[in-house]
């Protein structure tokens, strides 16, 4: 993968050397940062998924213009190699909140919070991008969509777990589903970049149109059970006070994606992943929230 990404690299960009492997550890893509003979630095990324190519081909184009300069644009893409070329944004990402606020000094806090204020509000900067109308009953749609995930998670999850994850699933059963948005569907800490003084949004290979509140999902799942200042810091930014009908959309969504965490972590062998997912739903499955 990394031969042919460096060798489309040089097609487009010209003489140009290799500065970094940015890969992740689970290498279902290659990704490298890249000098040009202009000094420019650029990110070339070469899937193993093709669907993972299209939306992300299909975020950058329709999609991540919305947030202007708070995200990377499209140089090139190949289809042949499932490549993409994208320019840098300045920043490295949002380091993980500290688990307890008890802990930081005022700056430290409030610091977090500003940070999660701007990433709601590149969120609903995002979700304006292309909302579409009603979709009929949100309920249906998402057991469905588990029920895609359900053999995967055979294996990691119980069948205790699995029949308690689709009743949780399935009390969405009469919610309409107001519009789908374009979401992130990995909107995490990891993918916000914090750099002079501004904050930038990478990797939408996940992207799709779905219900608003599903990108709420891995931060319910990871951060706001500790840290409820960092929610209200990001809602406040998003523009948004959570109704009871959100906040039942929310919690069958978190199943939803928590079930598909545990799947891809037991499927990339990152142990630690999959407990720290494991136990977010368990929590879920004893709470109301």
């Known amino acids: 993968m990394r031969v042919g990404a460096l060798r489309y690299a040089a097609q487009v960009l ?5 500065v970094q492997d940015c890969s992740w550890q689970h290498r279902m893509s290659a990704v490298l940062r890249m000098r040009d003979a202009d000094g420019l630095t650029w990110f ?18 329709d999609w991540v213009p919305k947030l202007g300069g708070s995200a ?3 140089r090139a893409c190949s289809d042949s190699l499932a490549t993409i070329i994208l320019s840098a944004v300045p920043g490295d990402p949002a380091p993980w909140p500290a688990p307890d606020a008890g802990s930081l000094s005022a700056a430290e806090r409030s610091a977090e919070q500003a940070i999660h204020r701007r990433a709601g509000e590149l969120l609903r900067a995002f979700h304006a991008g292309h909302p579409t109308g009603a979709r ?3 309920g249906t749609a998402k057991v469905a969509e588990f029920d895609q995930l359900r053999p995967l998670a ?7 777990e699995l029949q308690r994850a689709r009743a949780a699933v399935a009390a969405l059963a009469g919610i309409p589903c107001a519009g789908l948005v374009p979401c992130h569907r990995d909107y995490t800490p990891r993918n916000w970049l914090v750099g002079d003084g501004a904050l930038s949004v990478v990797d939408f290979e996940w992207s799709r149109l779905d219900v608003w509140v599903s990108d709420l999902a891995r931060l319910h799942l990871g951060v706001w059970p500790d840290r409820p200042d960092l929610r209200e810091a990001f809602l406040g930014g998003y523009g948004v006070r959570l109704t009871d009908t959100d906040w039942a959309t929310l919690r069958g969504c978190a199943v939803v994606t928590a079930v598909w965490l545990v799947i891809k972590a ?8 999959e407990n ?3 136990h977010a ?3 879920l499955l004893t709470t109301d929230r």
Do not use: I, M, N, W
């Open 154 to 160: 055979e294996g990691p999850l119980t069948e205790h």
């Open 266 to 273: 037991r499927e990339t062998r990152q142990a630690s992943f």
């Open 281 to 283: 739903l368990a929590r």
């Open 136 to 138: 009929g009953d949100l």
């Open 276 to 278: 720290a997912s494991r």
């Open 14 to 18: 010209g003489p140009c050397v290799l």
């Open 72 to 74: 990377p644009r499209l």
């Open 44 to 61: 070339v990324k070469r899937f193993r998924d093709r669907d993972r190519y299209d939306a992300e081909l299909l975020a950058y184009r």
